[in-house]
């Protein structure tokens, strides 16, 4: 069987086990005060070019989202998101059991935008509604397209216009900033919202995923909040120990190696499908494809590789999804391909 | 530094270490939904000798906690704890934010008994309060002692009496099992509660808890909860290979070995210190002690060692809390000892 | 100024106000432990032909819908409702605020159907998303349409093979009950769902309603879960003594009279419209009638009469909302048409 | 029966009866937004002297208590409050709904003090625990004791030293500014605490508290956590019409003269009680005193009268409550004390 399920279906790349196991017998403190989680935090700062932001590490992407939401929000606040939205799709309801709506788009390309910023604000309006207090949006999307860097520019501003808070789920931010597509460096991504998070579990590391709040306001008593929404480790520090191994080396490190790779990979099968005639369910620019196959072949590919059925069967094509990871190879690719190539008699 | 800060402050065990390389290029399922997690759930099953519970791999202690308690009541219904449980002492009102009210209780020596479920139940009599649904208990206790086969079965019997759900916080289930004054076999806890959770964490593990419902109803739809209150681990079979390594060899697991070690190795450092004269906060019979020093001796004693003041100083007189872990040495219990001999003058 | 703002900006039918001064000297117990709650009751369970279902004595329409989601559903579970419904629409995320998701489906005409219930168990299918477990609809619904027996019935079904409960919010019951195309009896509805409530406040009552619960498991420790949700009136019997008046008579009672005059009232403006070639943005069959109408002549009619304009205008016309009331006169609508046909140049 | 079971047995005092009948036909605005509620508020700001506060007019108590609470705290905060206080003891966990944690402290005379906070701010020391935010305290307590302005002043001071908001729960205010031993003005309370409500339910209102927000901060969006907490009245008038009647006069109103009246029924109660030989359970100073008496005078009195027993009987005694209303009349008390020297044989 051959996985392209996700991006987290193995462990961790060689060098974050590595780090893990040099470390493994120093004694340090726990809950993330220990110096490898100030020297992880110290090296994001550095990376991103902003001195005086907060980091924290987490366990994983709905902690992340979650304990940002009931952080920044009051009570009657709201969230706005598309309907493919990470927090709204797939957490089962983890937002909502904090008190707080999230409002979902439906958008087309997995995109939040300034127009469907403007329509969710003209729906809530007063204060028989819960109030839009935050944009969520994962760069990339959900389904992997990209936010360009005057699409997030419009967005910010938008958002201020409206008192909204911008907040990136980077899941993927890897698979973004590395993709031939992109146009938004960390940098600036760092300086056009309000927070956001930089993915480990997606992108080489066992779990964890180190979260930048840029907006002091929304920092206040933090970690309280972390350890309320159950998401405190004991051993914090192995957060901080990936985390540094993920990213020593800055753009050289295997942060942006890795999904570089994978970049290359998922590219790899979606030219080779499109020269089968295939079609896609949205046109990412990630490690992420979406091809739309006869359902007869989808049941066929099903046999010796893992991966999602995107959407229901529609007149008798299924949307899949082919996802490449750190450790996914040419070889799976290839494998891929002939096997598609065969059932769809090309 | 000498640590006698925490059970959880160095790695995992070099066999819990092993494990995860050697399976670390593995691809499988996410979501605990992978023969690591199935394997670990059966060892579980055997080791306590029930053959129908449900196992689930969990991130931490808290979102065990929390979550049992989240799936298991309804919206008014409250937990029963000792004054210094974990769920009320030390998880920033984690429950609450669930929206459940934890009814603490004042104990001597850490457990909840019988006469103190009465009383809890007498002040919560009508529909104006929160209706008890659960008693919560940790085996050790946070100050270390130990709930006997008697305890346990009374403690049963008064919670079926007045309808009440059991649940056991089992961070440091090990230690207890261990511990030369321990008469509960985990065969029999598991007969005597309706969930409990066999701690990692603090035994071994980089992380993780594996939970076991004994009692159907509360398992309902728990995956579901887990997800909600995001505790689902994207890479859940890492706590699977886990236990997997913890407990292999059943009774003759590290799992065992650890914190029978770590006890003696605690009881060596409680007999030191009384030969000293020093006495006891709590009459702790597992890894965790609590001897009470002068003041100025544990300024002393904090510039080498690394240990919790348990609570205020008093009379000059200052409990602190040393715990032993996998890792900790008999060096590091005889340097104690003799810098506490130093210090008082003997 | 003349009223179509509300059916709530009066007080309440004379009779009601006669039984309250009645019995205000009367001494009984709180929180409804009273006779005349006891009383209500059992006229309700008269009135729709069921011996032992519930009822409850409730504060208002949003007590109502949250404390019976809130009672209903377990943590992870979700309510589908019409975009319009008020308990997604007007109720500031109250529904949220117990944690629970609202699903919100996009309708023409206000009503939730077989089909849309579909679609949203087709969006909600893995432990990645919440669980669907109640439909939440309104009779009539917020835009003035109703539900047919077959539609009722349809629904039920559908509720049934998707393991939904199926509730009726019932704010304006009394005006579906006496319109001309209603073919639904209160005994019939209330055969056909879990829930429902006989809305007072918008008919006739200064306040309450009373919640009748059918599905016995709704039920269990409800007096606990309005409490939780602070909805118990301490001087309770009020509801009880104004749903005696209200109901006094039953079907020949002021519960059905009113709402019966109110929906003349408001044909007769629908007609008085229509004549005038004014066009209509819901087919409303009750007490509340959407015309559409030029900016313009809106804005010279709210000099005179008091309304909601119910959307942002949209090529120049908006639609308002014209409600009336137990109180509404014939020579309020008369004004209304005389001055709208004077605008509209007729 | 006699009633001396609560100050809410009855209706509602004639004079507010008249207002709501005389302004029934009236035509307003929902939700609070009319006349009548600004004029009440307007009475109030003239009645403490404070022009710039806000004034929200709620249902009852519980939504008072809750609102206040889950719009001034963040997420981990938490309101220490006495073991007896009602938001702690009577709302059935409507405050942990919310998310909050109470902190009860016992305290014999049914007042928080400052060594009390200070105490619970010991216990709740760092991350790990909720952070206390609010001080919840009652004038009168729900034992019938008064804080003095010297005990008020210290609390205030208290508070402020450790940055808790002192909320103040006013359902029986009106029986403590009219007691005999009171020093306190609500000129001065106003001054004292970040805010109070005047509670009407308690004192001749139908049902309705008026609350006072000193604290501009606490004030944000309240509307909003009004509605969300589903305490928002459709006909919100009716509290206004309702306060406007009860304050009508200022200090010569009949919220003053109300519970004068009782204050000196319930003294006529205690005096007669007293020469009979009985002793109380607390130092009430207001309407409601606590007698114990022998369980078997206590099972006779029932017979004739109806009142709460207020704790379990203990070595053969119990403790009651009775409570003088408006409505109470000298000879309601006569036939108790009557009844009361015969079975205590006097």
Known sequence: MIYFRSDYSQGAHPKVMEALAKTNLEHTD?????????????????????????????????????????ASLRPYEAVIAVRSGHAYKHETGAVEATGHRVIA???????????????????????????????????????????????????RDKCREKDLLLYVDG????????SDKNDLSIEELARLCDAFYIGGTKNGALFGEALVILNKAM???????????????AKGRLIGVQVEALLEGGK?????????????????LRDGLSALGV?????SQTNQIFPVLPAAT?????KDFFFYEWAPEKEGMIPIRLVTGWGSEESDVDAFLEKAGELLGK
Not at 35 to 47: D, Y
Not at 122 to 135: F, G, I, K, Q
């Open 252 to 268: 050289d490190s295997i942060y942006f190696e890795m999904p570089a790779r994978a970049n290359r990979l998922a590219k790899r």
């Open 298 to 302: 989808v049941k066929e590919l099903e």
């Open 105 to 155: 788009m439906d958008s087309t390309d997995g995109k939040l935008t300034p127009e469907l910023i403007d329509r969710a604000m003209e729906e809530y309006d007063d204060e028989h509604t819960p109030l839009p207090r935050m944009a969520y949006i994962s760069q990339p999307t959900e389904i992997g397209s990209l936010y360009s860097k005057a699409e997030m520019t419009a967005l």
């Open 279 to 283: 079609s896609f369910y949205s046109e």
């Open 219 to 233: 920092d206040d008593h933090f970690r309280f909040m972390i350890k309320r929404q159950c998401g405190l480790l």
């Open 30 to 70: 726990g809950y993330c005060m220990d110096p490898h989680c100030e020297n992880a935090a110290r090296m994001i700062r550095e990376l991103i070019g902003v001195k005086d932001c907060a980091v924290h590490m987490m366990v994983g992407g709905t902690p992340c989202n979650v304990t940002v939401i009931a």
């Open 171 to 178: 899941a993927r931010l890897g698979s973004a900033l590395t």
